[in-house]
Protein backbone atom coordinates (compact mmCIF):
# COMPACT_ATOMS: atom_id res chain seq x y z
CA UNK A 1 0.00 0.00 0.00
CA UNK A 2 1.57 3.44 -0.72
CA UNK A 3 0.39 6.17 1.32
CA UNK A 4 0.69 10.25 -0.21
CA UNK A 5 0.01 13.40 1.34
CA UNK A 6 -2.77 15.42 0.53
CA UNK A 7 -2.04 18.41 -2.11
CA UNK A 8 -5.09 20.33 -1.57
CA UNK A 9 -6.15 22.37 1.39
CA UNK A 10 -8.82 19.64 2.48
CA UNK A 11 -11.35 21.66 2.83
CA UNK A 12 -14.94 20.38 1.80
CA UNK A 13 -17.36 23.29 1.34
CA UNK A 14 -21.23 23.28 3.40
CA UNK A 15 -23.91 23.42 0.81
CA UNK A 16 -25.78 26.53 1.03
CA UNK A 17 -29.63 26.82 0.47
CA UNK A 18 -30.53 29.91 -2.09
CA UNK A 19 -32.68 32.55 -0.11
CA UNK A 20 -36.16 32.11 -1.50
CA UNK A 21 -37.20 33.52 -3.96
CA UNK A 22 -40.17 36.58 -3.72
CA UNK A 23 -42.63 36.65 -6.48
CA UNK A 24 -42.41 40.22 -6.88
CA UNK A 25 -39.43 42.63 -7.01
CA UNK A 26 -40.50 45.45 -4.05
CA UNK A 27 -38.32 47.28 -1.93
CA UNK A 28 -34.37 48.06 -3.06
CA UNK A 29 -32.62 47.40 -5.69
CA UNK A 30 -28.77 46.91 -6.10
CA UNK A 31 -27.58 47.42 -9.79
CA UNK A 32 -23.66 46.39 -9.96
CA UNK A 33 -21.41 47.12 -12.51
CA UNK A 34 -18.71 44.55 -12.40
CA UNK A 35 -16.37 47.92 -14.69
CA UNK A 36 -16.30 45.85 -17.67
CA UNK A 37 -16.44 47.49 -21.02
CA UNK A 38 -20.07 48.57 -21.89
CA UNK A 39 -21.26 46.57 -18.51
CA UNK A 40 -22.89 50.36 -18.01
CA UNK A 41 -24.78 50.45 -21.16
CA UNK A 42 -26.46 47.41 -20.11
CA UNK A 43 -27.00 49.00 -16.48
CA UNK A 44 -28.46 52.20 -18.08
CA UNK A 45 -31.46 50.45 -20.16
CA UNK A 46 -31.66 48.13 -17.42
CA UNK A 47 -32.35 51.18 -14.68
CA UNK A 48 -34.16 53.29 -17.04
CA UNK A 49 -36.49 50.06 -17.73
CA UNK A 50 -36.66 49.46 -13.96
CA UNK A 51 -37.48 52.75 -13.00
CA UNK A 52 -40.58 52.68 -15.43
CA UNK A 53 -42.20 49.15 -14.16
CA UNK A 54 -41.53 49.35 -11.27
CA UNK A 55 -41.79 52.86 -9.50
CA UNK A 56 -41.95 51.83 -5.98
CA UNK A 57 -38.73 50.58 -6.39
CA UNK A 58 -34.95 51.89 -5.35
CA UNK A 59 -32.48 51.68 -7.67
CA UNK A 60 -28.91 51.99 -6.44
CA UNK A 61 -25.88 51.95 -8.44
CA UNK A 62 -22.64 49.71 -7.43
CA UNK A 63 -19.46 49.36 -9.30
CA UNK A 64 -16.55 46.64 -8.45
CA UNK A 65 -13.27 48.70 -8.42
CA UNK A 66 -11.54 46.25 -11.26
CA UNK A 67 -13.86 43.72 -12.71
CA UNK A 68 -10.28 41.09 -12.43
CA UNK A 69 -11.08 41.12 -8.55
CA UNK A 70 -13.48 39.73 -6.28
CA UNK A 71 -16.08 42.48 -4.75
CA UNK A 72 -14.38 44.19 -1.58
CA UNK A 73 -15.64 42.65 1.56
CA UNK A 74 -17.30 46.28 2.48
CA UNK A 75 -18.96 46.69 -0.85
CA UNK A 76 -20.33 43.11 -0.63
CA UNK A 77 -21.32 44.03 3.47
CA UNK A 78 -22.98 47.58 1.81
CA UNK A 79 -25.02 45.48 -1.33
CA UNK A 80 -26.14 42.98 1.31
CA UNK A 81 -27.43 45.43 3.80
CA UNK A 82 -29.12 48.37 2.16
CA UNK A 83 -30.63 46.03 -0.61
CA UNK A 84 -33.15 43.31 -1.38
CA UNK A 85 -31.96 42.47 -4.70
CA UNK A 86 -28.81 42.64 -7.10
CA UNK A 87 -28.85 42.73 -10.62
CA UNK A 88 -25.51 42.27 -11.89
CA UNK A 89 -24.14 43.29 -15.58
CA UNK A 90 -21.05 40.53 -16.06
CA UNK A 91 -19.17 41.72 -19.11
CA UNK A 92 -18.46 43.14 -22.56
CA UNK B 1 17.37 8.63 28.31
CA UNK B 2 13.73 9.13 26.73
CA UNK B 3 11.17 6.70 27.75
CA UNK B 4 10.63 3.75 25.53
CA UNK B 5 7.59 4.50 22.98
CA UNK B 6 4.23 2.06 23.89
CA UNK B 7 3.71 -0.13 21.25
CA UNK B 8 1.95 -3.21 20.40
CA UNK B 9 3.22 -6.00 18.31
CA UNK B 10 2.53 -9.57 17.47
CA UNK B 11 3.90 -12.45 18.44
CA UNK B 12 4.66 -15.56 16.62
CA UNK B 13 1.67 -17.23 17.11
CA UNK B 14 -0.48 -13.78 16.14
CA UNK B 15 -1.54 -12.65 19.11
CA UNK B 16 -0.81 -9.02 20.33
CA UNK B 17 1.28 -8.09 22.86
CA UNK B 18 1.53 -4.65 24.48
CA UNK B 19 4.67 -2.92 26.08
CA UNK B 20 5.25 -3.70 29.27
CA UNK B 21 3.63 -1.99 31.99
CA UNK B 22 5.96 -2.54 34.57
CA UNK B 23 8.35 -1.24 37.41
CA UNK B 24 11.19 -2.98 35.20
CA UNK B 25 10.94 -4.60 31.97
CA UNK B 26 13.84 -6.73 29.49
CA UNK B 27 13.47 -5.46 26.15
CA UNK B 28 16.05 -6.29 23.50
CA UNK B 29 16.20 -5.57 20.05
CA UNK B 30 17.54 -8.08 17.18
CA UNK B 31 17.33 -8.91 13.49
CA UNK B 32 18.24 -12.34 11.93
CA UNK B 33 20.48 -11.67 9.46
CA UNK B 34 23.27 -9.75 12.38
CA UNK B 35 25.62 -12.59 13.76
CA UNK B 36 26.48 -10.97 16.90
CA UNK B 37 22.57 -11.22 17.68
CA UNK B 38 22.64 -15.31 16.78
CA UNK B 39 25.54 -15.10 19.35
CA UNK B 40 23.72 -13.63 22.01
CA UNK B 41 20.20 -15.78 21.28
CA UNK B 42 21.57 -18.10 23.94
CA UNK B 43 22.09 -15.54 26.52
CA UNK B 44 18.65 -13.91 25.68
CA UNK B 45 17.23 -17.54 26.39
CA UNK B 46 18.91 -17.82 29.41
CA UNK B 47 17.88 -14.43 30.74
CA UNK B 48 14.31 -14.93 29.39
CA UNK B 49 14.23 -18.57 32.07
CA UNK B 50 15.57 -16.64 34.97
CA UNK B 51 13.77 -13.58 34.40
CA UNK B 52 10.75 -13.98 32.17
CA UNK B 53 8.50 -15.12 35.14
CA UNK B 54 9.48 -12.01 37.33
CA UNK B 55 9.27 -9.09 35.13
CA UNK B 56 8.81 -8.95 31.51
CA UNK B 57 11.11 -9.80 29.06
CA UNK B 58 10.30 -8.68 25.12
CA UNK B 59 12.73 -10.02 22.10
CA UNK B 60 11.75 -8.12 19.12
CA UNK B 61 12.89 -9.21 16.05
CA UNK B 62 13.09 -6.63 12.57
CA UNK B 63 11.86 -8.83 10.14
CA UNK B 64 8.81 -11.56 10.09
CA UNK B 65 10.82 -13.66 8.25
CA UNK B 66 13.57 -13.39 10.07
CA UNK B 67 12.24 -13.70 13.48
CA UNK B 68 11.17 -17.37 12.05
CA UNK B 69 14.17 -18.34 10.77
CA UNK B 70 15.78 -17.41 14.89
CA UNK B 71 13.04 -19.10 16.37
CA UNK B 72 13.40 -22.65 13.88
CA UNK B 73 17.43 -22.15 14.34
CA UNK B 74 17.45 -21.62 18.28
CA UNK B 75 13.85 -23.13 19.38
CA UNK B 76 14.01 -20.40 21.88
CA UNK B 77 10.70 -20.31 25.08
CA UNK B 78 10.29 -16.57 23.91
CA UNK B 79 8.23 -15.77 21.24
CA UNK B 80 10.12 -13.02 19.07
CA UNK B 81 7.89 -9.95 18.78
CA UNK B 82 7.41 -8.95 15.04
CA UNK B 83 8.52 -5.15 14.58
CA UNK B 84 9.03 -5.45 10.66
CA UNK B 85 7.18 -1.95 10.26
CA UNK B 86 10.23 -1.18 12.11
CA UNK B 87 8.45 1.83 13.91
CA UNK B 88 8.91 0.76 17.44
CA UNK B 89 12.72 0.53 16.58
CA UNK B 90 12.29 3.81 15.00
CA UNK B 91 10.88 5.17 17.66
CA UNK B 92 12.90 3.75 20.84
CA UNK B 93 16.33 5.36 18.46
CA UNK B 94 17.74 1.71 18.14
CA UNK B 95 20.69 2.36 15.53
CA UNK B 96 22.58 -0.86 16.63
CA UNK B 97 21.13 -4.31 17.36
CA UNK B 98 21.36 -6.20 19.55
CA UNK B 99 19.99 -3.31 21.81
CA UNK B 100 19.25 -4.50 25.12
CA UNK B 101 17.22 -1.77 27.31
CA UNK B 102 16.24 -2.32 30.89
CA UNK B 103 13.15 -0.29 31.89
CA UNK B 104 12.15 1.29 35.28
CA UNK B 105 8.78 2.71 35.77
CA UNK B 106 6.67 4.48 33.28
CA UNK B 107 9.22 2.77 30.53
CA UNK B 108 12.37 5.06 31.14
CA UNK B 109 15.40 3.58 30.23
CA UNK B 110 17.40 2.43 33.02
CA UNK B 111 20.11 1.21 30.92
CA UNK B 112 21.22 0.59 27.38
CA UNK B 113 23.33 -1.52 26.24
CA UNK B 114 24.77 -1.51 22.64
CA UNK B 115 25.83 -4.46 20.93
CA UNK B 116 27.67 -7.18 23.07
CA UNK B 117 30.19 -6.23 25.29
CA UNK B 118 30.08 -9.70 27.62
CA UNK B 119 31.21 -7.80 31.11
CA UNK B 120 27.72 -4.88 30.60
CA UNK B 121 25.71 -8.18 29.39
CA UNK B 122 27.34 -10.00 33.27
CA UNK B 123 26.44 -6.75 35.14
CA UNK B 124 23.46 -6.39 34.20
CA UNK B 125 22.28 -10.30 34.82
CA UNK B 126 24.03 -9.89 37.92
CA UNK B 127 22.27 -7.28 38.82
CA UNK B 128 18.88 -8.40 37.95
CA UNK B 129 19.28 -11.43 39.64
CA UNK B 130 20.34 -9.68 43.21
CA UNK B 131 17.17 -7.37 42.84
CA UNK B 132 14.92 -9.90 41.55
CA UNK B 133 15.95 -12.70 43.93
CA UNK B 134 16.60 -15.15 41.45
CA UNK B 135 19.14 -17.28 40.46
CA UNK B 136 21.37 -16.06 37.62
CA UNK B 137 21.19 -17.19 34.04
CA UNK B 138 23.00 -20.39 33.46
CA UNK B 139 25.61 -19.44 30.77
CA UNK B 140 29.29 -20.51 30.11
CA UNK B 141 30.24 -16.21 30.46
CA UNK B 142 33.94 -17.51 29.48
CA UNK B 143 32.84 -18.96 26.45
CA UNK B 144 30.84 -15.81 25.23
CA UNK B 145 32.96 -13.40 22.68
CA UNK B 146 34.27 -10.57 24.81
CA UNK B 147 32.90 -7.82 22.63
CA UNK B 148 31.12 -7.39 19.44
CA UNK B 149 30.11 -4.75 17.96
CA UNK B 150 26.63 -5.41 16.21
CA UNK B 151 25.09 -4.66 13.49
CA UNK B 152 22.89 -1.33 12.37
CA UNK B 153 19.43 -1.47 12.56
CA UNK B 154 16.88 -1.48 9.40
CA UNK B 155 15.36 1.37 11.17
CA UNK B 156 18.05 3.06 10.61
CA UNK B 157 18.88 2.27 7.35
CA UNK B 158 18.67 4.10 3.88
CA UNK B 159 16.13 2.01 2.80
CA UNK B 160 13.62 2.82 5.63
CA UNK B 161 14.79 5.35 8.13
CA UNK B 162 13.18 8.73 5.38
CA UNK B 163 9.96 6.66 5.34
CA UNK B 164 9.92 6.12 9.40
CA UNK B 165 11.11 9.52 9.73
CA UNK B 166 8.15 11.01 8.16
CA UNK B 167 5.57 8.70 9.65
CA UNK B 168 6.82 9.14 12.98
CA UNK B 169 5.07 10.96 15.59
CA UNK B 170 7.07 14.67 15.29
CA UNK B 171 7.18 14.87 11.64
CA UNK B 172 6.65 18.04 10.74
CA UNK B 173 4.33 17.12 8.39
CA UNK B 174 0.71 17.62 9.55
CA UNK B 175 -1.34 16.80 6.37
CA UNK B 176 -4.23 14.36 5.43
CA UNK B 177 -2.81 11.27 4.50
CA UNK B 178 -3.99 9.16 1.91
CA UNK B 179 -3.89 5.57 1.13
CA UNK B 180 -3.90 3.83 -1.98
CA UNK B 181 -5.00 0.27 -1.80
CA UNK B 182 -2.31 -2.50 -3.25
CA UNK B 183 -4.32 -3.26 -6.36
CA UNK B 184 -4.98 0.23 -7.12
CA UNK B 185 -2.13 2.21 -9.76
CA UNK B 186 -1.13 5.38 -7.43
CA UNK B 187 -0.83 7.47 -10.92
CA UNK B 188 -4.40 6.54 -11.97
CA UNK B 189 -5.25 7.01 -8.90
CA UNK B 190 -3.88 11.04 -8.34
CA UNK B 191 -5.68 11.43 -12.42
CA UNK B 192 -8.43 10.34 -10.71
CA UNK B 193 -8.73 12.14 -7.64
CA UNK B 194 -8.19 15.56 -9.69
CA UNK B 195 -4.63 16.46 -9.06
CA UNK B 196 -2.86 16.55 -12.12
CA UNK B 197 -2.50 18.99 -14.70
CA UNK B 198 -3.51 16.43 -17.47
CA UNK B 199 0.34 14.39 -16.84
CA UNK B 200 1.37 12.01 -14.60
CA UNK B 201 3.09 13.10 -10.94
CA UNK B 202 5.50 11.83 -8.99
CA UNK B 203 3.34 10.01 -5.96
CA UNK B 204 3.94 12.61 -2.85
CA UNK B 205 4.83 9.98 -0.41
CA UNK B 206 5.54 11.13 3.26
CA UNK B 207 9.31 10.43 2.59
CA UNK B 208 9.11 12.19 -0.60
CA UNK B 209 7.58 15.17 0.88
CA UNK B 210 10.13 15.19 4.36
CA UNK B 211 12.93 15.21 1.98
CA UNK B 212 11.45 18.58 -0.58
CA UNK B 213 11.28 20.07 2.83
CA UNK B 214 14.97 19.64 3.84
CA UNK B 215 14.93 22.01 0.78
CA UNK B 216 14.19 24.73 3.11
CA UNK B 217 14.74 25.97 6.52
CA UNK B 218 11.25 27.31 7.16
CA UNK B 219 8.76 25.76 9.68
CA UNK B 220 6.57 23.50 7.24
CA UNK B 221 3.49 24.60 8.73
CA UNK B 222 4.16 28.35 7.89
CA UNK B 223 1.22 29.92 6.56
CA UNK B 224 2.14 31.54 2.79
CA UNK B 225 -1.37 32.86 2.72
CA UNK B 226 -4.58 32.26 0.89
CA UNK B 227 -4.94 30.91 -2.87
CA UNK B 228 -8.11 32.36 -4.78
CA UNK B 229 -10.44 31.07 -5.97
CA UNK B 230 -11.16 28.72 -2.84
CA UNK B 231 -8.88 31.29 -0.83
CA UNK B 232 -6.96 27.74 0.32
CA UNK B 233 -4.55 27.85 2.82
CA UNK B 234 -1.37 27.25 1.95
CA UNK B 235 1.88 26.38 4.38
CA UNK B 236 5.19 25.32 3.37
CA UNK B 237 4.07 21.43 3.54
CA UNK B 238 0.94 22.24 0.46
CA UNK B 239 3.79 23.22 -1.65
CA UNK B 240 5.90 20.55 -0.82
CA UNK B 241 3.60 17.94 -1.38
CA UNK B 242 3.03 19.70 -5.02
CA UNK B 243 6.56 20.17 -5.41
CA UNK B 244 6.71 16.77 -5.25
CA UNK B 245 4.08 15.55 -7.51
CA UNK B 246 5.78 18.14 -9.79
CA UNK B 247 9.00 16.81 -9.78
CA UNK B 248 10.94 19.09 -8.78
CA UNK B 249 14.66 18.58 -6.56
CA UNK B 250 14.25 19.46 -2.67
CA UNK B 251 17.02 22.84 -3.76
CA UNK B 252 14.63 24.19 -5.84
CA UNK B 253 11.67 23.99 -3.05
CA UNK B 254 13.01 27.74 -2.23
CA UNK B 255 12.76 29.15 -5.42
CA UNK B 256 8.77 27.62 -5.85
CA UNK B 257 8.15 29.15 -2.28
CA UNK B 258 8.89 32.42 -3.31
CA UNK B 259 7.37 32.56 -6.52
CA UNK B 260 4.20 31.07 -5.18
CA UNK B 261 4.47 34.32 -2.52
CA UNK B 262 4.82 36.32 -4.89
CA UNK B 263 1.87 34.72 -6.82
CA UNK B 264 -0.02 35.18 -3.78
CA UNK B 265 0.11 39.29 -3.31
CA UNK B 266 -2.92 41.48 -4.48
CA UNK B 267 -0.70 43.28 -7.05
CA UNK B 268 0.01 39.86 -8.54
CA UNK B 269 -4.02 38.81 -8.15
CA UNK B 270 -3.93 35.24 -9.00
CA UNK B 271 -7.98 34.67 -8.95
CA UNK B 272 -8.23 37.44 -12.40
CA UNK B 273 -5.17 35.90 -13.91
CA UNK B 274 -6.72 32.44 -13.54
CA UNK B 275 -10.78 33.46 -14.02
CA UNK B 276 -10.08 35.56 -17.03
CA UNK B 277 -10.95 34.05 -20.44
CA UNK B 278 -7.94 35.67 -22.14
CA UNK B 279 -6.07 32.20 -21.15
CA UNK B 280 -3.87 34.24 -19.05
CA UNK B 281 -0.56 32.33 -16.64
CA UNK B 282 2.50 32.75 -14.35
CA UNK B 283 5.36 33.71 -16.15
CA UNK B 284 8.42 32.84 -13.71
CA UNK B 285 11.66 34.66 -14.07
CA UNK B 286 14.94 33.75 -12.15
CA UNK B 287 17.75 36.03 -11.01
CA UNK B 288 21.24 35.25 -9.02
CA UNK B 289 22.80 33.03 -8.14
CA UNK B 290 20.44 30.00 -7.59
CA UNK B 291 20.19 29.99 -10.96
CA UNK B 292 23.42 27.81 -10.96
CA UNK B 293 23.44 26.25 -8.19
CA UNK B 294 20.27 24.39 -9.11
CA UNK B 295 21.41 23.64 -12.81
CA UNK B 296 18.26 26.12 -14.26
CA UNK B 297 18.83 26.76 -18.16
CA UNK B 298 19.26 30.26 -19.46
CA UNK B 299 21.10 29.63 -22.78
CA UNK B 300 19.94 26.95 -25.30
CA UNK B 301 16.36 25.96 -25.61
CA UNK B 302 15.98 27.87 -21.73
CA UNK B 303 12.28 28.75 -22.76
CA UNK B 304 11.54 25.07 -24.12
CA UNK B 305 11.38 21.66 -22.56
CA UNK B 306 14.71 19.43 -21.26
CA UNK B 307 15.70 21.09 -18.25
CA UNK B 308 13.71 19.67 -14.63
CA UNK B 309 14.86 22.52 -12.54
CA UNK B 310 12.69 25.15 -15.51
CA UNK B 311 10.19 22.99 -16.15
CA UNK B 312 9.45 21.64 -12.54
CA UNK B 313 9.30 24.75 -11.02
CA UNK B 314 6.58 26.14 -13.47
CA UNK B 315 4.78 23.03 -12.85
CA UNK B 316 4.28 23.30 -8.84
CA UNK B 317 3.92 26.47 -8.90
CA UNK B 318 0.73 26.20 -11.07
CA UNK B 319 -0.21 22.79 -9.04
CA UNK B 320 -0.50 24.66 -6.01
CA UNK B 321 -2.69 27.13 -7.51
CA UNK B 322 -4.88 23.83 -8.66
CA UNK B 323 -4.75 22.14 -5.67
CA UNK B 324 -4.60 24.19 -2.76
CA UNK B 325 -6.18 27.25 -4.72
CA UNK B 326 -8.82 25.11 -6.30
CA UNK B 327 -8.57 26.81 -10.14
CA UNK B 328 -9.17 23.83 -12.06
CA UNK B 329 -10.12 24.33 -15.79
CA UNK B 330 -13.86 24.30 -16.55
CA UNK B 331 -15.04 25.54 -13.25
CA UNK B 332 -13.49 29.24 -12.46
CA UNK B 333 -10.59 28.48 -14.75
CA UNK B 334 -12.24 29.90 -17.99
CA UNK B 335 -9.66 30.16 -20.62
CA UNK B 336 -10.90 30.16 -23.93
CA UNK B 337 -7.87 28.42 -25.54
CA UNK B 338 -6.11 27.95 -22.53
CA UNK B 339 -2.08 27.96 -23.73
CA UNK B 340 0.81 25.76 -23.02
CA UNK B 341 2.37 27.80 -20.57
CA UNK B 342 -0.42 26.72 -18.17
CA UNK B 343 1.61 23.91 -17.53
CA UNK B 344 5.07 25.47 -16.82
CA UNK B 345 6.78 28.12 -17.89
CA UNK B 346 10.00 29.28 -15.81
CA UNK B 347 13.43 30.27 -17.46
CA UNK B 348 16.39 32.27 -15.86
CA UNK B 349 18.13 34.99 -17.29
CA UNK B 350 21.89 34.76 -18.33
CA UNK B 351 23.04 37.61 -16.35
CA UNK B 352 26.65 36.77 -17.29
CA UNK B 353 25.53 37.33 -21.14
CA UNK B 354 23.62 40.69 -20.83
CA UNK B 355 25.22 44.09 -20.85
CA UNK B 356 22.90 45.62 -18.88
CA UNK B 357 21.20 44.83 -15.09
CA UNK B 358 19.99 41.88 -14.96
CA UNK B 359 15.69 42.09 -13.99
CA UNK B 360 16.06 41.63 -10.06
CA UNK B 361 18.78 44.53 -9.52
CA UNK B 362 16.71 46.72 -12.32
CA UNK B 363 13.36 46.10 -9.86
CA UNK B 364 15.97 46.82 -6.73
CA UNK B 365 17.47 44.04 -5.52
CA UNK B 366 21.36 43.44 -4.84
CA UNK B 367 22.89 41.37 -7.53
CA UNK B 368 23.93 38.42 -5.21
CA UNK B 369 20.42 37.97 -4.27
CA UNK B 370 18.55 35.51 -5.31
CA UNK B 371 15.16 36.43 -6.81
CA UNK B 372 12.18 35.46 -8.83
CA UNK B 373 9.66 37.53 -10.88
CA UNK B 374 6.57 36.72 -12.01
CA UNK B 375 4.50 38.21 -14.90
CA UNK B 376 1.33 37.65 -16.13
CA UNK B 377 1.42 36.73 -19.97
CA UNK B 378 -1.30 35.85 -21.93
CA UNK B 379 1.05 34.42 -25.27
CA UNK B 380 4.45 33.51 -26.09
CA UNK B 381 7.55 33.25 -26.67
CA UNK B 382 6.46 34.85 -29.89
CA UNK B 383 9.83 35.21 -31.83
CA UNK B 384 10.81 38.48 -33.68
CA UNK B 385 12.69 37.08 -36.50
CA UNK B 386 15.56 39.60 -37.38
CA UNK B 387 19.03 38.33 -38.74
CA UNK B 388 19.50 41.39 -41.19
CA UNK B 389 19.45 44.19 -39.04
CA UNK B 390 23.59 45.48 -38.05
CA UNK B 391 22.51 48.68 -36.02
CA UNK B 392 20.78 49.16 -32.80
CA UNK B 393 18.44 51.29 -34.70
CA UNK B 394 17.67 49.09 -37.31
CA UNK B 395 17.22 45.99 -34.57
CA UNK B 396 15.08 47.71 -32.04
CA UNK B 397 12.82 48.63 -34.92
CA UNK B 398 12.03 45.57 -36.22
CA UNK B 399 11.48 44.72 -32.25
CA UNK B 400 9.33 47.89 -31.76
CA UNK B 401 7.58 46.40 -34.98
CA UNK B 402 6.84 42.88 -33.07
CA UNK B 403 5.61 44.47 -30.54
CA UNK B 404 2.53 46.33 -32.31
CA UNK B 405 0.90 42.97 -32.42
CA UNK B 406 0.72 42.85 -28.38
CA UNK B 407 -2.70 42.23 -27.75
CA UNK B 408 -3.54 43.25 -31.19
CA UNK B 409 -2.13 46.16 -33.59
CA UNK B 410 -4.77 48.13 -32.53
CA UNK B 411 -4.29 47.89 -28.68
CA UNK B 412 -2.51 50.55 -27.34
CA UNK B 413 -2.08 51.68 -23.64
CA UNK B 414 -3.78 48.32 -23.07
CA UNK B 415 -0.92 45.63 -21.49
CA UNK B 416 3.03 45.03 -20.96
CA UNK B 417 5.24 42.92 -22.56
CA UNK B 418 7.97 40.64 -21.94
CA UNK B 419 11.00 40.95 -23.69
CA UNK B 420 13.68 37.99 -23.91
CA UNK B 421 16.67 39.64 -26.00
CA UNK B 422 18.63 36.53 -27.26
CA UNK B 423 22.99 36.77 -27.35
CA UNK B 424 22.78 37.40 -30.99
CA UNK B 425 20.46 40.19 -30.59
CA UNK B 426 22.19 41.81 -27.44
CA UNK B 427 25.12 41.82 -29.36
CA UNK B 428 23.66 43.71 -32.40
CA UNK B 429 22.51 46.29 -30.09
CA UNK B 430 25.56 46.78 -27.80
CA UNK B 431 27.43 47.97 -31.37
CA UNK B 432 25.92 50.79 -30.72
CA UNK B 433 25.94 50.78 -27.07
CA UNK B 434 22.05 50.40 -26.43
CA UNK B 435 21.02 51.06 -23.05
CA UNK B 436 17.89 49.06 -22.09
CA UNK B 437 16.72 52.58 -21.81
CA UNK B 438 17.80 53.44 -25.58
CA UNK B 439 15.68 49.81 -26.15
CA UNK B 440 12.71 50.46 -24.75
CA UNK B 441 12.67 54.09 -26.48
CA UNK B 442 13.12 52.95 -29.54
CA UNK B 443 10.47 50.37 -29.73
CA UNK B 444 8.01 52.96 -28.29
CA UNK B 445 9.03 55.10 -30.99
CA UNK B 446 8.65 52.60 -34.01
CA UNK B 447 5.18 51.38 -32.58
CA UNK B 448 4.03 54.62 -31.71
CA UNK B 449 0.90 55.48 -34.19
CA UNK B 450 -1.26 58.98 -34.50
CA UNK B 451 -4.80 58.35 -32.84
CA UNK B 452 -6.54 58.26 -36.14
CA UNK B 453 -4.71 54.84 -37.24
CA UNK B 454 -5.72 53.34 -34.17
CA UNK B 455 -9.55 54.29 -34.85
CA UNK B 456 -11.97 51.34 -35.65
CA UNK B 457 -12.25 51.10 -39.67
CA UNK B 458 -13.95 48.30 -42.05
CA UNK B 459 -10.67 46.61 -41.73
CA UNK B 460 -11.30 46.20 -37.66
CA UNK B 461 -13.31 47.40 -35.25
CA UNK B 462 -11.13 47.11 -32.95
CA UNK B 463 -9.27 50.32 -30.97
CA UNK B 464 -10.77 53.56 -30.33
CA UNK B 465 -14.51 53.50 -30.94
CA UNK B 466 -15.53 55.69 -33.77
CA UNK B 467 -17.96 57.60 -31.66
CA UNK B 468 -14.88 58.64 -29.48
CA UNK B 469 -12.48 59.41 -32.47
CA UNK B 470 -15.84 61.75 -33.77
CA UNK B 471 -15.56 64.07 -30.68
CA UNK B 472 -11.67 64.50 -30.93
CA UNK B 473 -10.37 67.70 -33.24
CA UNK B 474 -7.60 67.14 -35.89
CA UNK B 475 -4.98 67.81 -33.68
CA UNK B 476 -5.58 65.39 -31.40
CA UNK B 477 -6.68 62.79 -34.20
CA UNK B 478 -2.67 63.64 -35.25
CA UNK B 479 -1.43 62.95 -31.65
CA UNK B 480 1.64 59.88 -31.54
CA UNK B 481 0.00 57.36 -29.13
CA UNK B 482 3.17 55.20 -27.69
CA UNK B 483 1.98 51.21 -27.43
CA UNK B 484 2.69 50.97 -24.42
CA UNK B 485 1.36 52.99 -21.32
CA UNK B 486 4.97 53.33 -20.20
CA UNK B 487 8.34 52.75 -21.46
CA UNK B 488 8.61 50.04 -17.89
CA UNK B 489 5.77 48.39 -19.16
CA UNK B 490 8.46 46.58 -21.23
CA UNK B 491 10.13 44.01 -19.26
CA UNK B 492 13.39 43.26 -20.58
CA UNK B 493 15.58 39.79 -19.85
CA UNK B 494 18.31 38.03 -21.68
CA UNK B 495 18.60 34.40 -22.39
CA UNK B 496 18.78 31.85 -25.01
CA UNK B 497 21.52 30.16 -27.05
CA UNK B 498 24.32 32.37 -28.85
CA UNK B 499 23.47 30.95 -31.94
CA UNK B 500 20.06 32.50 -33.71
CA UNK B 501 18.76 35.99 -34.39
CA UNK B 502 15.27 35.75 -33.02
CA UNK B 503 14.22 37.30 -29.91
CA UNK B 504 11.21 36.29 -28.16
CA UNK B 505 7.92 38.24 -26.67
CA UNK B 506 5.39 37.33 -24.33
CA UNK B 507 2.44 39.21 -24.40
CA UNK B 508 0.74 41.06 -20.91
CA UNK B 509 -3.00 40.48 -19.82
CA UNK B 510 -4.95 43.31 -18.20
CA UNK B 511 -1.60 45.30 -16.78
CA UNK B 512 -1.71 47.58 -13.77
CA UNK B 513 -3.90 47.34 -10.49
CA UNK B 514 -7.05 46.74 -12.60
CA UNK B 515 -5.49 43.72 -13.67
CA UNK B 516 -1.64 42.25 -12.82
CA UNK B 517 1.05 43.83 -11.60
CA UNK B 518 4.69 41.42 -11.93
CA UNK B 519 5.32 40.61 -8.74
CA UNK B 520 9.45 40.16 -7.22
CA UNK B 521 10.38 37.82 -4.49
CA UNK B 522 13.72 37.46 -2.69
CA UNK B 523 14.60 33.51 -3.00
CA UNK B 524 15.31 32.93 0.90
CA UNK B 525 17.37 29.79 1.33
Redesign the interface.
Known sequence: ???????????V?VTRQLTPRPSAVTGRVALLDI?KPRGSVLLDQLEEVLAKQLPGVTLTRYAK??????APAALRDEIHQDNDFVIEALAD | MATLPAYRLENSNGEEIASPDAEQALICFIKEDCPTCKEVMPVLEAFFVRFGSTIPVHIIGQTSQGNTALAQQFNPTFSILDDSALQVSFAADIETVPTMVLTDAGNGQASRLVGFVKEEWQALATKLSVQLDVEAPQLDWPALPDWRPGCGSLSVGPADEPRLRA?AEGSP?R????????QDD?VEF?FDQG?SDGLPLV????ER?LAMLSGSKRDAQEVLGE??P?M??VTI??VA??AV?AGCKPEYLPVVLAAVEAVLT?DY?I??VM??TMGASPVIVVNGPIRQRIGMNMGLGALGQGNRANATIGRAVR?VIR????ARPGETERSTLGNPMKFTMCFAEWEERNPWSPLHVERGFAEEESVVTVFTMVSGPTLIVDQDSRSASQLAGTLGQGLQAVMGPKAYFATDCLLVVVPEHVDTLMRDNYSKEDLRRRIQEVSARPVRELVADENSATGIKAATAEKMDEASLDQMMTKFRRDEDIHIVVAGSEAGKFSGAFHGW?TG????IPVSRKIEE
Open positions: MTTIMDPTDERPSPTFSKP | MIARRIDIGREMFPPTPVMANGEEKINMDNHGATLNVGGVSVGS
